[in-house]
Structure formats: C-alpha cells, structure tokens
C-alpha cells in the first residue's frame, strides 16, 4: 500500500513536462503582450495597430498549442496505442476532439 500512496503523491509526467520552463516563458510573453493590447484600447490607439497586436498574439497562441498538441501526440497517445485497448481508443478520441478544437479557433 505505501508504493500506491507514493505514486499517487508523485507528479504526473506530461509530454510536454520537459519543455515546461519555456512554455511557462512563452506564456508570460503572451500575457505581457495582452496587457500591451489593453494599455492600446485605453490609449486610444489606431484600430489597424490594435487589431496587428491581437493578430501577433493569436498567432502566438497557436504556437504554444500546435507544440503542446505535438508533445501530447508523440508522448501520451502513442504511448497509449504501444499499450493498446480501450485507452488507446480514448486518447485517440481525446487528440481528435482536440484538433478540432483549434481547426475551429
């Protein structure tokens, strides 16, 4: 019992768990480039140069999932299909559901 309890406690190792510190450092970027958009709105700023920040900032975003959607593919669902069944079906379900999430956005 005491190996099931120290699983438990352990912190799960996601596929992009190795590149955590530079997703976190992209994000931070992000939301200073969100706070910039906000500080353009209450400046009175150019509509044109609003809407270029808005669109570097989707872009951005984009990236940080399109990479987060590969690590997930090539870490947690091909390791599910190595070990097959019904979590394998799941995760596959799960990538698929998630593309088109961002095919959508």
Known sequence: MADKSAAAKAPAVHGYTAQKENYARRLR???GQVRGIARMIE???YCIDV???ISAVNSALQSVALNLLDEHL?????QAVAR???EA???LAEASAAIARLVRS
């Open 29 to 31: 970027r992000i939301e």
């Open 43 to 45: 400046e009175d700023k």
């Open 51 to 53: 809407l270029t920040q």
């Open 74 to 78: 090539s870490h947690c669902v091909s």
């Open 84 to 86: 097959g069944g019904d």
């Open 89 to 91: 079906e799941a995760k």
